[in-house]
């Protein structure tokens, strides 16, 4: 229990922080413009979960948010990842940044120079992996405790949620996996980012949720969850015009929603480089 003074004296600096910022950002910035419009910022406390099929850009998501973010805000941020490897998370993350294919990065065909200096620049950024392919919610809360007194942590990306406690014989609902990291979140009050895996027989936006979740799932993510981001190319389904006949061609589509509001963001998506770029533009804020 806590007393409103007390909980005044950790949200007034905030609002002073987003008072003097010209997006008006209180929480983390995600290195967005229009998604900082719509979110204020990645909030301390809430649990924000991105949702997709496969091999939708996820992971390029996330990693495109932390290359832009790494050198100006310096975010101290733990990645657990069950799916992929540390090794190959910082391939991508040099891929991403050098714009590079992941072949010729792997075969040495890239300016050594160059890449030695992004490395120095790597080593003092504040990001930790760990890619314990089997974890459970717990395990989470013991590694975040640990690494708090050691590094300041300002925000933890968990890929996948679907992976979560997997080992387990008594396996937690997916509502369950939500209320435990909210928790966490609230804890130790900083933003925690999870990734959730969803079916891929969604071809049409207009009923978006329902397709792509079972309908337990869908209330549970209603419910359960700060903020919801579900990413969508239509160009994965063949999908080759937008509504307004414009080419989707390299262009993906990411729908805000949380208690306070929704937008949607486009971004031009490049999979060879695993790179998302904002198209400068305001969101279409409702």
């Known amino acids: 229990m806590e007393s409103i003074q007390k909980t005044l004296d950790r949200l007034i600096p905030w ?6 910022h010209p997006q008006g950002v209180s929480g983390l910035p995600t290195s967005f413009k229009a998604l900082d419009s719509l979110s204020s910022g990645w909030q301390r406390g809430e649990l924000i979960v991105i949702t997709a099929p496969r091999r939708m850009g996820k992971v390029a998501f996330v990693l495109s948010m932390l290359n832009n973010s790494m050198y100006g805000d310096g975010l101290g941020t ?30 040495g065909k890239v300016d050594m120079e160059v890449l030695d200096e992004m490395c120095e620049k790597y080593k003092l950024a504040g990001v930790h992996f760990d890619d314990s392919p089997y974890l459970s919610i717990d395990d989470i809360d013991a590694k975040i405790n640990e690494q708090f007194e050691i590094h300041p942590i300002d925000m ?23 209320y435990q990291l909210k928790t966490l979140a609230r804890k130790y009050e900083i933003p925690i980012i999870g990734l959730l895996e969803t079916e891929n027989r969604q071809k049409d936006m207009s009923s978006y949720s329902s397709d792509w979740l079972s309908l337990s799932d869908y209330e549970a993510l209603s419910k359960s969850v700060d903020v919801r981001i579900q990413l969508y190319r239509p160009e ?18 990411l729908l805000f929603s949380s208690f306070i509001g929704c937008g949607t ?22």
């Open 15 to 20: 609002l002073e922080q987003a008072h003097k």
């Open 236 to 253: 994965y389904y063949k999908i080759t015009e937008f509504s307004d006949k414009s080419s989707t061609l390299g262009i993906a589509e």
């Open 156 to 178: 933890v990306i968990i890929d996948n949620v679907n992976q979560l406690n997997y080992a387990e014989s008594n396996q937690l609902k997916l509502a369950d996996k939500f």
């Open 78 to 107: 733990v990645w657990f990842s069950t799916n992929l490897s540390t090794l190959y998370l910082t391939k991508m993350m040099l891929c991403n940044e050098l714009k590079v294919e992941m072949h010729h990065l792997q075969s």
């Open 265 to 286: 963001v486009r971004f031009k998506y490049n999979s060879t480089y695993f790179t998302f770029e904002e198209i400068i533009k305001d969101a279409e804020a409702k």
